[in-house]
């Protein structure tokens, strides 16, 4: 059925699409009218804050997450302290570390096979900690799937700590498509195959992951910007990470779930911090932790639950990324996504302008004066970007397109 509706040789009948993915992409390839079509601009619901905010990262928040920090940011729970506050070594840190960690669990389905660990130095620090505990020494060879800024950047630092080679890479292509998985080049004898599960630059994302065809099968994802977007088959993966600023919480703790068995085997020269050893056998606490952010994430994960669980939280994100990517193809060339439509990311909308720079700039000065901020494309490629992670309200996106429609009118 999604055969008639996709074109490429990555199409997402290839990778076994969820179904909320599918449908974006299949909406947006038949180019159905735009769902939120006549909805004036002024007409919809004005924020609960004042503003929408598009922010790739640190970014938006759920309201009632912020508002429960806030009513026990000054006395924690009636401790009489703020958790800010507390030893992380006491009782009340020491429940909510370990209930997100049970939330996060349960939320994405981890199986006990993997442990879940709070890290810190954000998922830059990621880029180097990976290879340090995959290879035994700086000659072992490692795959790299570049897809965009993020995958290349994780690649470059690997070169320091293991043999890093491209497996493929979209930069030809300006990083706007995924390789049908034959396409990928892998090393047989590679300790693991690197993917960055969603491109926050390029708005390029894996609708489903590669088997990798190294001896040791191991898959690793870089999955900053659409960690808990989803379910995923953790199973699949020797280590998924994230950092929290995107879909699950502030800046300062990143979230690696590391496969049990790949723990234990840092080259020797891995610092202390970045051995997954250090941070597993204590628990995520064998130095002083980001203990606000980790229990912000623990407020988000609760709410993830409440909404349903990562099914739930799909179909919103699948319906809200539709409604964009419908009013980017509608516009008859007005908007531009130059991203292939199998993989566009539900999480990051890049878009230009065909009327060229200024008007983008204009766009984006105008939007803000509407209430929606920070969709200025990120400086290394330009244009707009719309961020629109799990907290982004369909109001918030049905806002943004109604304001599209308005400044196509206004401005043919
Ligand atoms: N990977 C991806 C996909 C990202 O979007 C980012 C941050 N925007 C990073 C890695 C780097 O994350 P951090 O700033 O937490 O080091």
Redesign the pocket.
């Known amino acids: 059925m999604f055969a008639a509706a996709t074109t490429t040789p990555n199409s997402l009948l290839l990778h076994r699409p969820s179904p909320a993915a599918a449908k974006v992409a299949m909406d947006s390839s038949l180019r159905l009218p735009a769902r939120a079509a006549g909805i004036s601009c002024a007409a919809v619901a004005t924020p609960e804050r004042g503003v929408y905010n598009f922010a ?2 640190p970014a938006t928040l759920p309201l009632s997450v912020l508002q429960k920090a806030q009513e026990e940011l000054v006395d924690y729970r009636g401790s009489g302290m703020s958790i800010m506050e507390m030893s992380h070594r006491g009782k009340e840190f020491d429940a909510a570390i370990k209930k997100a960690e049970a939330d996060l669990r349960t939320l994405l389905a981890v199986p006990d096979t993997h442990e879940i660990l709070f890290l810190q ?5 990621q880029f180097s900690a990976v290879p340090l505990n995959l290879c035994a020494s700086p000659s072992d060879p490692v795959d790299f799937v570049v897809s965009g800024s ?1 995958s290349d ?2 690649f470059k630092e690997a070169k320091k700590f293991s043999a890093a080679s491209v497996a493929w890479s979209g930069k030809d292509g300006k990083y706007t498509s995924l390789p049908p998985f034959d396409a990928i080049k892998q090393n047989p004898e590679a300790k693991f195959l690197h993917i ?1 599960s ?4 390029h708005g390029v994302e894996f609708k489903d992951y590669p088997e990798p065809k190294n001896k040791s099968g191991i898959l690793v994802a ?1 999955m ?2 659409n960690f808990c977007s989803k379910p995923v088959d953790v199973s699949r993966f020797g280590i998924i990470y994230a ?1 929290a ?2 879909n699950v919480g502030p ?1 300062g703790v ?1 979230i690696a779930i590391v496969r049990k068995d790949l723990i234990g085997n840092a080259q020797p020269i891995t610092p202390v911090m970045l051995d997954y050893k250090t941070h597993a056998d204590n628990a995520s606490l064998y130095n002083t932790p980001p203990c606000f952010a980790i229990y912000i994430c623990g407020l988000v994960f609760e709410d993830l639950l409440a909404q349903g669980g990562l099914a739930e939280v799909e179909k919103k994100n699948a319906h809200k990324a539709g409604i964009l990517y419908d009013a980017i193809d509608g516009s008859d060339g007005y908007y531009i996504c130059p991203v292939e439509k199998s993989v566009r990311s539900l999480m990051n909308v890049p878009f230009t302008l065909a009327k060229g720079g200024d008007f983008e700039k204009q766009f984006i000065a105008e939007a803000a004066k509407e209430g929606m901020v920070q969709l200025k494309g990120h400086r290394s490629v330009g244009g707009v970007r719309a961020s629109i992670y799990n907290a982004m309200p369909l109001a918030g996106v049905e806002k943004l397109v109604a304001f599209m429609k308005d400044f196509q009118a206004r401005n043919p």
């Open positions: 790739a990262g130095g954000g998922a830059t620090t993020w950047k994780a960055c969603n491109e926050t630059i870089d900053s910007s950092g600023q995107k800046s990143t």
